[in-house]
C-alpha cells in the first residue's frame, strides 16, 4: 500500500510542479523543476534512513518522533476532532503566553513542535500515516523556499541563473536539512516567503493582497517554529524598507540601525523587564550546555551583560560560521559538514578578489548580510552541540552562498588557475 501511495503521489506532485505557475515563472524548464523537486525528495528519503538507521550515531531521533506523534495526532482527529482542532492553542503554563522569550516550559517553547506535528498529521490524512509518503507533500510545499530566492536573486543579480540554481537549489547541507521532516525547511519557507514579498513590493511599488499573505504566513511559520528568528527578522525588513527609502546611504543606515539594535538589545530590560534578551540569550546557552551530545563541545559560558557577550564574540563566530573542524569530525555527516563548510570559506576566499559588480539592490545584499549575521552570532552564543549548529545555520546558506556565487567572476578564476596550470 505504501510503495502504491508513494508513486501515485510522486507522479501526480511532479506534474503538479510543472503546472503551478509560481514554479513555472522562474523560468527554470519543465525537467529541471521536476529534477530539483525529486532532488529534494531523495534527500528526504535520505534523512529519513539516516534516522532510522543511524539515529543514534548522528542524532537523528527528532523526525520519527515527530512521526509518531503526529499519528497520534492524526487517529485524535476521529476519535476526538474538538479536541484535535483546539489542543494547539491550549496553555498548560500559568502565564507564560505572554512569555514569548521563554525558552524552556513555556507555551513558545512547546508550540514549534507542537504546531510541526499537527502539519505533519494533516499530511496524515492524506498518506494514511505512511512517513515516506509525508516527504513528497513536505518537499512539494518547502520547494516554494528555494524558489523564491531563486527569483529574487535571478532579478537582482541579471545574467547568471545557472550559477544561482546551482546555490539556491543544491548546497548539500541546505538541501539535507530542509527537506527531511524537520522544522528547519518549513522555517526557510518562511524567511524566503518575507524576503520575495519585501524585494518585489519595493521593486514594483506594489503590495497587494495575494503579497500581503504571502508576507503574514512567512511571519506566522517563523512565530510558531522559531520565534527567535521572528524578533530578528523584524528589525532586519524595518532596516531594508528604511535604505530603499534612501538607497545611495544604504550600509551607512544598515550598520547605524544594527548599532542602536545591539544598543536596544542590553537596555531593553530596563524598560521592560520582560525584555531581557541577553538573559533569554543566556538561559539558551545553559540548556544546551545541560544536554550531552556526541557533538557537543566545551565552551565559555556566558553573562548577562555587554561585557561578556563582548569577550564571547569571538567564540561565537568561530562555533557558527567555521566548524566543525576536522577535528571534530564523529561520523559521515559531520564529515561532510566539515568539509562543506571549508569549501564555502573557500569559495567567500574567491568572491573577496575576485567579486564584480551587476546588482540592480545592494539593499538585498544588505539584508543577507545582516540578518544572517545575526542569526550566526545567535547560535553561536547560545548553541555548543556542533550537529544543531550545522541544522539551525543551514536555513540562511542561501542567503549568503547566492549573492557570493553569483557575483563571483568565475571566467577571471577560470583563467587564473587553469591557464596558468596548463602553462
Not at 510503495?3 to 506534474?15: D, G, M, N, S, T
Not at 523564491?148 to 536573486?153: N, S
Request: with cysteine.
Amino acid at each position: 500500500m505504501e510503495y502504491l501511495l508513494f508513486v501515485a503521489y510522486l507522479v501526480l506532485f511532479a506534474w503538479l510542479v510543472t503546472k503551478v505557475k509560481f514554479f513555472t515563472q522562474t523560468g527554470l524548464s519543465k525537467p529541471q523543476l521536476i529534477i530539483l523537486f525529486l532532488i529534494k525528495i531523495m534527500a528526504g528519503i535520505f534523512y529519513g534512513w539516516i534516522g532510522t538507521y543511524y539515529g543514534g550515531l548522528a542524532q537523528m531521533y527528532d523526525t520519527w518522533s515527530y512521526h509518531g506523534e503526529s499519528i497520534s495526532e492524526y487517529h485524535l482527529l476521529s476519535t476526538n476532532p474538538g479536541e484535535y482542532f483546539t489542543n494547539l492553542f491550549h496553555n498548560t503554563y500559568e502565564g507564560s503566553v505572554g512569555s514569548i522569550l521563554n525558552s524552556g516550559n513555556s507555551y513558545w517553547n512547546d508550540l514549534k513542535g507542537n504546531f510541526f506535528i499537527k502539519i505533519l498529521s494533516i499530511f496524515n490524512i492524506f498518506s494514511f500515516g505512511h512517513y515516506y509518503v509525508n516527504v513528497i507533500f513536505y518537499s512539494f510545499i518547502t520547494l516554494m523556499g528555494p524558489v523564491c530566492i531563486y527569483r529574487v536573486m535571478a532579478h537582482a543579480i541579471p545574467g547568471k541563473k545557472n550559477a544561482i540554481t546551482i546555490a539556491a537549489f543544491l548546497v548539500p547541507s541546505f538541501i539535507y536539512w530542509t527537506s527531511g521532516l524537520h522544522k528547519e525547511g518549513l522555517i526557510f519557507t518562511g524567511i524566503s516567503l518575507i524576503t520575495y514579498v519585501v524585494y518585489f513590493a519595493t521593486q514594483q511599488k506594489k503590495l497587494g493582497w495575494k503579497r500581503l499573505l504571502m508576507l503574514l504566513f512567512g511571519l506566522l511559520l517563523l512565530l510558531t517554529l522559531r520565534n527567535f528568528l521572528f524578533v530578528l527578522i523584524l528589525p532586519a525588513i524595518l532596516t531594508w524598507l528604511l535604505a530603499n527609502r534612501w538607497p545611495k546611504y544604504g550600509l551607512a543606515i544598515f550598520a547605524s540601525l544594527y548599532i542602536i539594535g545591539s544598543v536596544v538589545f542590553f537596555t531593553a530590560r530596563y524598560i521592560n523587564p520582560k525584555l531581557d534578551f541577553p538573559q533569554a540569550v543566556v538561559s539558551k546557552q545553559k540548556e544546551f550546555m545541560q544536554i550531552k551530545g556526541a557533538t557537543s563541545v566545551p565552551i565559555k559560558e556566558l553573562e548577562p551583560t555587554a561585557g561578556s557577550f563582548l569577550l564571547n564574540t569571538p567564540q561565537a563566530i568561530t562555533l557558527s560560521t567555521i566548524r566543525p573542524y576536522p577535528s571534530d569530525v564523529h561520523h559521515i555527516l559531520s564529515l561532510a559538514a566539515a568539509i562543506e563548510i571549508n569549501a564555502l570559506l573557500l569559495l567567500f576566499l574567491l568572491f573577496l578578489f575576485f567579486r564584480q559588480k551587476g546588482t540592480r539592490s545592494r539593499n538585498l545584499i544588505y539584508f543577507c548580510a545582516f540578518f544572517s549575521f545575526s542569526l550566526l552570532l545567535g547560535i553561536g552564543f547560545s548553541v555548543n552541540n556542533l550537529g544543531a549548529i550545522v541544522r539551525y545555520r543551514s536555513v540562511i546558506i542561501p542567503l549568503l552562498v547566492v549573492p557570493m556565487i553569483a557575483r563571483t567572476d568565475w571566467d577571471r578564476v577560470y583563467k587564473l588557475f587553469f591557464n596558468g596550470i596548463k602553462k
